[in-house]
């Protein structure tokens, strides 16, 4: 049985000499994968639409195991996000994240509705540092892992001096900081965006411009949670820090 789905292709590996799995991340089922049959020839139909982070409507015919992919209509091919390493690396990252932690056939239409906006924001030209730290913030909720930002993680108050524990998994206010000795302190533009990144509607983003100074908390925060928390070791990321070092040494 054919049945349509709309989806973002997440990756693909070779199959022989001609053929390739396609992982797909679809609006209506989750995570599913595909045999395209002869994707591997240029003249294939099924070349263009298999290539990495297309988003486009499928016609897959599906079963308990891997369903073959008869056909696909690009609606947006990402082209400017292939075209430049940098982009390649950040989009390749979010896509990572989503692939490891969505389960096969778990339908996630805000998953997916995000993914494909951050996707066509990074395709636009906007900042891709913001756009990997909004996405990273939003998945801790997919994952189960949502830290405390809307108070102080011991005491619940919401107003004073934040800085964020790895320990408390959250804001710490100045009232609590001896909980813990190794908080990271965090200025009140970092603060702000962190609860920002997290509850802001990814549709509603209109131009933000943040310092360097800004950035580096952020990061360190973030990537502080993740290596406590999620357990995830991801290529992609490894990448994408080597990435950043060649960027900022060619600044």
Not at 40 to 45: A, D, E, F, G, W
Not at 58 to 71: C, T, W
Not at 114 to 120: A, E, G, S
Not at 128 to 135: H, K
Request: charged fraction near 25%; charge should be positive; glycine fraction near 6%.
């Amino acid at each position: 049985m054919f049945e349509k789905c709309e989806a973002i292709v997440l990756r693909t590996i070779d199959y022989g000499e001609t053929n390739k799995i396609v992982t797909l991340f679809t609006r209506e089922w989750g995570k599913v994968a595909a045999m395209a049959r002869g994707a591997k020839k240029p003249s294939s139909r099924l070349s263009a639409v298999t290539q990495p982070f297309t988003y486009g409507h499928y016609l897959i015919q599906k079963s308990r195991g891997i369903g073959v992919l008869h056909q696909g209509e690009v609606v947006d091919t990402m082209r400017a996000i292939r075209e430049n390493i940098f982009t390649t690396a950040y989009a390749s990252y979010i896509v990572e994240l989503t692939d490891k932690v969505t389960e096969e056939q778990r339908r996630n239409p805000y998953l997916f509705e995000l993914l494909l906006q951050t996707l066509k924001y990074m395709n636009d030209g906007l900042d891709l540092e913001i756009l990997m730290y909004i996405y990273e913030m939003k998945m801790l909720s997919v994952m189960g892992l949502p830290p405390t930002l809307d108070r102080c993680a011991v005491c619940g108050r919401t107003e004073g001096k934040f800085s964020f524990s790895i320990k408390e998994g959250g804001f710490l206010c100045h009232r609590c900081e001896q909980k813990d000795p190794h908080r990271l302190p965090l200025s009140p533009a970092a603060v702000k965006l962190l609860r920002l990144f997290y509850y802001l509607d990814l549709s509603r983003l209109g131009k933000i411009s943040v310092k360097d100074e800004t950035k580096k908390e952020l990061h360190h925060v973030i990537s502080a949670y993740y290596e406590e928390y999620s357990g995830l070791m991801l290529k992609t990321k490894r990448f994408l820090t080597q990435m950043e070092q060649l960027k900022h040494h060619l600044q």
